[in-house]
C-alpha cells in the first residue's frame, strides 16, 4: 500500500465555450496588441474598398470599348485604374498580413506560456492524476488552434461579411432591391445551411480530438514504460491497448469526412442556384435595354467575388468550431483550480539554519482517508531528524507537505516560527534541497541534470558537486564526459549513478533544509558506506529530515521517530529506543539478521547476491 493518491485514468469533461466566449478569453491576450489590430483592420477595410472598384472599372472599360470600330480608342486611364485597383487589393491585404503576423503568434505563444506555467502551479496530486501524453496533445493543438482561429476571424469571415455589406449597397444603389434579395437570400441560405450542418458535424470531430487525446496519452505512457514493455513481452498487448483508441479516432473521422461531403454539396447546390438567378435577371435587363454589358459584366464579376469567399465561409466556419473545440481543452488546463496558492501578504522566507516543526498535522490524500493523524516533531536548527518506518506509513507524504505540495486539513508546519501557509512557496522550496528515492532526470547532459541545482553555477562547481557525490571519477570514464546525454528519464544512468547525479544536485543549490529520501537505497554496500558518510558531511549546519528504511543509515541522528500507519509510535536516539526494546528494536533486529543473510548468501554465491532460478 502507498501514501499517493490513486491516480485517475480519465480526464473530466471539458466546458464547452462559444466563439463569443473563446474571443473573450483572448481579449486579455490581445490587448497589448490593439494598435495592430486596428491598423490590420484598416488595410482590411482598403483591400476591400479597392476589391469594390475592380467591378466598377471594368464595368466603365467595357462599356467604353462598346463603340465603332473606325472611333476605337484605348481608354488608357480607365485600363491604368483597372491594373491599379487590382494591385492594390494585393498589396492591402498583404499589409494587413504582415501587420498582423505579430498579433498571431505573440498571442499564440503568450497563451501556451501561461498554460505551461499554470500546469507547474497546479498541485501534485493534479500531476499524478494527469495523463502526460494527453495534456501535451491538448497544450499543442490548442495552441496552433489560437493562431487559426485569428487568422479565420480577421483574415477571412470579417473580410467576407464586409464584402457582401459592400456588394450588397453597390446593387442596391447602382440597379434595385432585386438584386440584392437575391444575394442576401442566398447568402442567407447558405449560411443557415452551413451552420445547422457543421453544428451536427462538430460532435464527430470533437469525439476525434478526445481519441487522438487517449490514444497520445497512451502511447506515452507506454513508451516511457518501455522496459516494463519488454520484460513482461507485452508489445502486442500495449498495441492492441493503443488501437483502441485509434479505432475510436478512424469512426469519428470517417463520419466527419461523410458529414463534410454533404455539407460540401449542399453548399455548391446553394450557390450555383444563387448565381444563376442572378444572372438571369441581369441577362433579362441587358435584352430589355435597361442593362449595358458591362451592367452585366459587373453583377457577374460581384457573383464570382461573392462565390468564392462564401465556398471558403464554409469551411473556414467548420475549421472555427474546430479550432474551439481544441481551445476549450487548452483553457479546461486553465480553468483547472490551483490547489495550494500564495496568500496576497505572503512573505519570503530568509534563514539559514532554520527550526522545523510539525505540530498536530493531519492529512489525507483523500478527504475519506486520513494518511497522517495529528503528526508532532521539531527538527532544532542544524539538527537531524530520522523517520522511520515500514512501507505505507506516511514517511514520504512529510516531504511532500514541507514542500507544500498540497494543504494539511489541519495542524500547523512551521520554519523558524513562521506558518507555511504565510510564506511564498517560491521561496521555501528554494531553501530545500532533496534527494529522493526515485530520481527521475531530463532527458539532457549529466551536466545540465547536475547544474539544474542551481542553473547559474559554473562548471567548477558542478564539478566539485559532482566529486563530493563520489560521481566525477565515473562521468570522466564516459565518451562524452560531463556532455553524455541520460536518456528519457535518466534511463541510460544506473539507480546507483541516477542517485549520485540527485545528490550532486541537491549539494550545489547549498540549501538550508536537506531532505534525504531513502537517498543511498539504490546503492551497493561499499558505495552506500562512502555516500553516507558524505552526506553526513554535507548536513553538518543544516536543517536535515532523513527518511530512511535502512536503519544503518540513521544511527547518528539527534532524534528518531517510528511512525506507523501515520501515527509517531517512538521517538528518542539509536541508543535509547534499542533500550526501549519496542517496535524499532524489532525492526533493528530483522535488519540485523537480513545483513547476515545477505553476507552468507554471498559467501556462497560470490558471483551474485541471490541463486540462479532454475529454468523451467
Same mark, same amino acid.
Given at each position: 500500500?502507498? %501514501? ?31 494598435? @495592430? ?17 475592380? $467591378? ?18 484605348? $481608354? ?9 485597383? @487590382?494591385?492594390?487589393?494585393?498589396? #492591402? ?6 501587420? #498582423?503576423?505579430?498579433?498571431? /503568434? ?9 498554460? #505551461? ?17 494527453? +495534456?501535451?496533445?491538448?497544450v499543442e493543438r490548442g495552441g496552433t488552434a489560437i493562431s487559426d482561429l485569428l487568422d479565420w476571424t480577421i483574415y477571412t469571415i470579417l473580410p467576407t461579411l464586409l464584402e457582401i455589406t459592400l456588394v450588397t449597397a453597390v446593387l442596391v444603389w447602382a440597379y434595385d432591391w432585386g438584386f440584392a434579395a437575391i444575394t442576401l437570400g442566398t447568402i442567407a441560405v447558405y449560411v443557415a445551411w452551413t451552420f445547422r450542418v457543421t453544428e451536427?458535424?462538430?460532435?464527430? *470531430?470533437?469525439a476525434a480530438v478526445e481519441a487522438d487525446t487517449r490514444a497520445s496519452a497512451r502511447a506515452v505512457d507506454s513508451l516511457l514504460n518501455y522496459e516494463t514493455v519488454k520484460y513482461f513481452n507485452n508489445e502486442e498487448h500495449e498495441a492492441r491497448r493503443y488501437d483502441e483508441h485509434l479505432v475510436q479516432m478512424e469512426e469519428a473521422s470517417v463520419k466527419s469526412l461523410k458529414s463534410l461531403a454533404v455539407l460540401n454539396l449542399g453548399q ?15 441577362? /433579362?435587363?441587358v435584352a430589355a435595354g435597361t442593362m449595358t454589358i458591362g451592367d452585366l459584366v459587373l453583377v457577374n464579376a460581384y457573383l464570382l467575388q461573392l462565390s468564392a469567399p462564401l465556398n471558403f465561409l464554409g469551411m473556414v466556419y467548420r475549421e472555427v468550431k474546430q479550432a474551439i473545440t481544441n481551445i476549450e481543452r487548452l483553457f479546461g488546463l486553465l480553468d483547472e483550480a490551483q490547489e495550494v496558492r500564495d496568500r496576497p501578504d505572503a ?28 503528526? =508532532?516533531?521539531?527538527? $532544532? ?9 515500514? =512501507? ?13 505540495? &498540497? ?5 500547523? !508546519? ?12 517560491? =521561496? +521555501? ?18 551536466? *545540465?541534470?547536475?547544474? *539544474?541545482?542551481?542553473? %547559474? ?13 563520489? !560521481? ?9 564526459? &560531463? ?17 549520485? +547525479?540527485? !545528490? ?19 546503492? %551497493?554496500?561499499? =558505495?552506500?558506506?562512502? !555516500? ?62 537480513? %545483513? ?7 559467501? &556462497? ?5 541471490? $541463486? ?5
Amino acid at each position: 500500500m502507498t %501514501d499517493a493518491p490513486n491516480a485517475t485514468p480519465e480526464a473530466p469533461p471539458v466546458a464547452e465555450r462559444s466563439l463569443a466566449a473563446v474571443l473573450r478569453e483572448l481579449g486579455p491576450f490581445l490587448k497589448p496588441y490593439l494598435g @495592430r489590430i486596428l491598423l490590420a483592420m484598416a488595410c482590411l477595410v482598403a483591400a476591400k474598398l479597392a476589391n469594390l472598384g475592380v $467591378p466598377l472599372v471594368l464595368k466603365a472599360l467595357v462599356d467604353g470599348l462598346d463603340v465603332e470600330p473606325s472611333l476605337l480608342m484605348l $481608354p488608357v486611364g480607365l485600363l491604368l485604374a483597372y491594373g491599379g485597383a @487590382r494591385l492594390s487589393v494585393t498589396l #492591402f491585404t498583404e499589409l494587413r498580413g504582415i501587420v #498582423f503576423a505579430r498579433v498571431m /503568434a505573440r498571442s499564440s505563444r503568450t497563451v501556451m506560456l501561461r498554460v #505551461f506555467r499554470h500546469l507547474h502551479a497546479l498541485s501534485l496530486r493534479f500531476h499524478l492524476n494527469r495523463r502526460t501524453g494527453g +495534456v501535451a496533445r491538448d497544450v499543442e493543438r490548442g495552441g496552433t488552434a489560437i493562431s487559426d482561429l485569428l487568422d479565420w476571424t480577421i483574415y477571412t469571415i470579417l473580410p467576407t461579411l464586409l464584402e457582401i455589406t459592400l456588394v450588397t449597397a453597390v446593387l442596391v444603389w447602382a440597379y434595385d432591391w432585386g438584386f440584392a434579395a437575391i444575394t442576401l437570400g442566398t447568402i442567407a441560405v447558405y449560411v443557415a445551411w452551413t451552420f445547422r450542418v457543421t453544428e451536427w458535424r462538430t460532435r464527430f *470531430y470533437r469525439a476525434a480530438v478526445e481519441a487522438d487525446t487517449r490514444a497520445s496519452a497512451r502511447a506515452v505512457d507506454s513508451l516511457l514504460n518501455y522496459e516494463t514493455v519488454k520484460y513482461f513481452n507485452n508489445e502486442e498487448h500495449e498495441a492492441r491497448r493503443y488501437d483502441e483508441h485509434l479505432v475510436q479516432m478512424e469512426e469519428a473521422s470517417v463520419k466527419s469526412l461523410k458529414s463534410l461531403a454533404v455539407l460540401n454539396l449542399g453548399q455548391s447546390a446553394i450557390v450555383a442556384i444563387g448565381i444563376t438567378a442572378l444572372m438571369w435577371r441581369a441577362a /433579362a435587363g441587358v435584352a430589355a435595354g435597361t442593362m449595358t454589358i458591362g451592367d452585366l459584366v459587373l453583377v457577374n464579376a460581384y457573383l464570382l467575388q461573392l462565390s468564392a469567399p462564401l465556398n471558403f465561409l464554409g469551411m473556414v466556419y467548420r475549421e472555427v468550431k474546430q479550432a474551439i473545440t481544441n481551445i476549450e481543452r487548452l483553457f479546461g488546463l486553465l480553468d483547472e483550480a490551483q490547489e495550494v496558492r500564495d496568500r496576497p501578504d505572503a512573505r519570503a522566507l530568509v534563514t539559514h539554519q532554520p527550526r522545523v516543526e510539525f505540530e498536530d498535522v493531519r492529512f489525507g490524500y483523500d478527504g475519506r482517508r486520513e494518511i497522517l493523524h495529528g503528526v =508532532s516533531f521539531a527538527i $532544532p536548527p542544524g539538527g537531524t531528524l530520522a523517520v522511520v518506518g515500514h =512501507s505505507g506509513s506516511g514517511k514520504s507524504t512529510l516531504s511532500r507537505l514541507l514542500y507544500r505540495f &498540497y494543504e494539511i486539513q489541519s495542524g500547523a !508546519i512551521r520554519i523558524d516560527g513562521e506558518d507555511l501557509r504565510e510564506l511564498r512557496q517560491d =521561496s +521555501v522550496r528554494a531553501a530545500i534541497g532533496i534527494v529522493p528515492q526515485d530520481t527521475v532526470l531530463f532527458n539532457d547532459s549529466i551536466r *545540465y541534470n547536475i547544474r *539544474y541545482g542551481r542553473p %547559474d553555477a559554473s562548471d567548477a562547481e558542478v564539478e566539485a558537486a559532482a566529486r563530493s557525490a563520489h !560521481i566525477h571519477d565515473f562521468i570522466l570514464t564516459l565518451p562524452d564526459g &560531463y556532455d553524455s546525454e541520460v536518456g528519457e528519464r535518466g534511463l541510460k544512468l544506473s539507480g546507483g549513478e541516477k542517485q549520485r +547525479v540527485a !545528490i550532486a544536485r541537491a549539494l550545489l543549490k547549498n540549501p538550508a533544509i536537506l531532505i534525504f529520501d531513502e537517498a543511498t537505497s539504490a546503492l %551497493d554496500s561499499a =558505495s552506500e558506506q562512502a !555516500i553516507q558518510d558524505e552526506l553526513d558531511r554535507i548536513a553538518v549546519g543544516r536543517t536535515t529530515l532523513v527518511i530512511a528504511h535502512r536503519l544503518s543509515t540513521v544511527m547518528d541522528a539527534d532524534e528518531i521517530l517510528v511512525l506507523d500507519q501515520g501515527r509517531v509510535v517512538e521517538r528518542g536516539s539509536h541508543p535509547a529506543l534499542l533500550a526501549a526494546n519496542g517496535r524499532y528494536a524489532s525492526m533493528w533486529r530483522l535488519q540485523q539478521q537480513e %545483513d547476515r543473510s545477505q553476507e552468507q548468501r554471498q559467501v &556462497y554465491f560470490p558471483a551474485a547476491t541471490t $541463486p540462479e532460478l532454475p529454468k523451467p
